[in-house]
């Protein structure tokens, strides 16, 4: 017994006198030498091996922002209710900073984020959100705090972080408006990805409330999420926070289907 806490701590000895690297680091270093050689990684956008993302095709992303009706998806002015949809919709407006299309780098890029649990993947739209944010100060206007799409505790433990909370905060930084996780999830749905648009409305009632009233009453809050698609779990999270006093809610997206 002696002998084994004595190899023990010889293998968890930190760093000696003269500088040199401690068994840990001496094993994430290999470990990562070992990954890199047996899963490589390729860019998502041109296939060069090396990173997810390459320098060149890094330089290609750019905001292309979606301004469209929450509800017919047809152009509006700042991404505002057109007046036929105003009474079906608990969203004010509607913005988000490229359209979806499987083909192109950035919606690549958040399938990969999102479905791979590479957190850091999301930092490669914080240029983008800055540029948006310095571009479009209107539609941050009289915002008292934003608010992201909370996932269920299990999916959480799942993926191991929440997109929609770190998309939020890059665009707090960017803003300097607070981020507040006032809403939460009441129960665990199936993804929505994988249902019809009237299937997904029916999926995702109920599934929120708001984790303490005081944070959202006489509130203008901009509700965050990755995509919008047939904008389901985003209007139902503004229905919560709109029948608990908030005045007015956005909706923000990083793409737009």
């Given amino acids: 017994m002696e002998s084994l806490r004595v190899f023990l701590g010889l293998i968890f000895l930190e760093e000696d006198m003269e500088g040199h690297q401690s068994f840990f680091i001496r094993v994430k270093h290999i470990a990562r030498a070992l990954g890199a050689v047996l899963f490589p990684l390729f860019c998502l956008g041109c296939g060069q091996e090396g990173r997810l993302v390459c320098e060149t095709c890094l330089l290609t992303l750019e905001s292309r922002p979606v301004f469209l009706c929450p509800v017919c998806h047809r152009h509006g002015v700042r991404?505002?209710?057109?007046?036929?949809?105003?009474?079906?919709?608990?969203?004010?407006?509607?913005?988000?900073?490229?359209?979806?299309?499987?083909?192109?780098?950035?919606?690549?890029?958040?399938?990969?984020?999102?479905?791979?649990?590479?957190?850091?993947?999301?930092?490669?739209?914080?240029?983008?959100?800055?540029?948006f944010s310095a571009h479009n100060a209107w539609f941050l206007s009289e915002i008292d705090c934003l608010m992201p799409v909370p996932l269920h505790a299990k999916r959480l433990r799942e993926r191991g972080f929440n997109q929609s909370v770190s998309l939020a905060t890059i665009l707090s930084f960017?803003?300097?408006?607070?981020?507040?996780?006032?809403?939460?999830?009441?129960?665990?749905?199936?993804?929505?990805?994988?249902?019809?648009?009237?299937?997904?409305?029916?999926?995702?009632?109920?599934?929120?409330?708001?984790?303490?009233?005081?944070?959202?009453?006489?509130?203008?809050i901009i509700v965050i999420d990755d995509i919008y698609t047939t904008g389901s779990t985003m209007q139902e999270?503004?229905?919560?926070?709109?029948?608990?006093?908030?005045?007015?809610?956005?909706g923000f997206t990083i793409a737009r289907g």
């Fill in 174 to 220: 960017s803003t300097r408006i607070p981020l507040v996780l006032g809403l939460k999830r009441t129960r665990n749905t199936p993804h929505q990805a994988l249902l019809s648009r009237a299937k997904r409305k029916e999926n995702i009632r109920e599934a929120f409330c708001v984790v303490e009233p005081a944070l959202v009453s006489g509130k203008n």
């Fill in 79 to 131: 991404g505002q209710c057109c007046s036929l949809c105003a009474s079906q919709s608990f969203l004010s407006s509607v913005c988000a900073l490229f359209p979806y299309d499987e083909k192109d780098l950035g919606s690549a890029i958040l399938r990969f984020a999102k479905y791979h649990s590479a957190q850091s993947l999301f930092s490669v739209f914080e240029p983008m959100i800055h540029h």
């Fill in 237 to 250: 999270c503004a229905k919560v926070l709109k029948k608990t006093g908030a005045r007015e809610v956005r």
